[in-house]
T-cell receptor, first 115, second 111 residues
């Protein structure tokens, strides 16, 4: 019973390149969340998606960041033209349903380093 | 907006000491409250939760009680072990589809 799978585990990009982070939710989970964790800080919500729909993207920067969760395949967080400030750990979480009583199951994260 | 405030770390204890990590929240209604734990190099794992006032969540010797009157959800353990060394996050979610996390408290337990 695989948990939330994220890849790659570590990603190094030069300034100006694109970063693609993948997340496969737990089996049976149709709700996906992306969070960013800066060093020595808590997690900051970025975006919440269901299959083929973005439900809440209030935490996403307005430029360069996008997310999708297609009908088939993993959820993708895409960062275009990366800058050093994008260096962080990006965590994906999934749940079987939304709302307050459904705990999130987290992946092990992708650690993005921008050089 | 809704938010969570945790006591600042780091916290360093000796094995078998008593642990308290304070957490208070601000919310417009009645959120569900959670404690998550993050071990080095890993994602967050749910430790315990409480969904309404006066509920007590418990797991692996950890406990936290949902106190509406003090808007708190303090984490406690009577006797910590070296293996409890991790970062602990208090969180709430309130019908808005995203979970709000505190900044985390790093706990180090020494033998």
């Amino acid at each position: 019973n695989a948990g939330v799978m994220q890849n790659p585990r570590h990603l190094v990009r030069r300034r100006g390149q694109e970063a693609r982070l993948r997340c496969s939710p737990m089996k049976g989970h149709s709700h996906v969340y992306w969070y960013r964790q800066l060093p020595e800080e808590g997690l900051k919500f970025m975006v919440y998606l269901q299959k083929e729909n973005i439900i809440d993207e209030s935490g996403m920067p307005k430029e360069r960041f996008s997310a999708e969760f297609p009908k088939e395949g993993p959820s993708i967080l895409r960062i275009q033209q990366v800058v050093r400030g994008d260096s962080a750990a990006y965590f994906c979480a999934s749940s079987p349903q939304g709302g307050g009583n459904s705990p999130l199951h987290f992946g092990n994260g992708t650690r993005l380093t921008v050089t | 907006g809704d938010s969570v405030t945790q006591m600042e770390g780091p916290v360093t204890l000796s094995e078998e000491a008593f642990l308290t990590i304070n957490c208070t929240y601000t919310a417009t209604g009645y959120p569900s409250l959670f404690w998550y734990v993050q071990y080095p190099g890993e994602g967050l794992q749910l430790l315990l939760k409480a969904t309404k006032a006066d509920d007590k969540g418990s797991n692996k010797g950890f406990e936290a009680t949902y106190r509406k009157e003090t808007t708190s959800f303090h984490l406690e353990k009577g006797s910590v072990q070296v293996s409890d060394s991790a970062v602990y996050f208090c969180a709430l979610t309130y019908n808005n589809n995203d979970m709000r996390f505190g900044a985390g408290t790093r706990l180090t337990v020494k033998p």
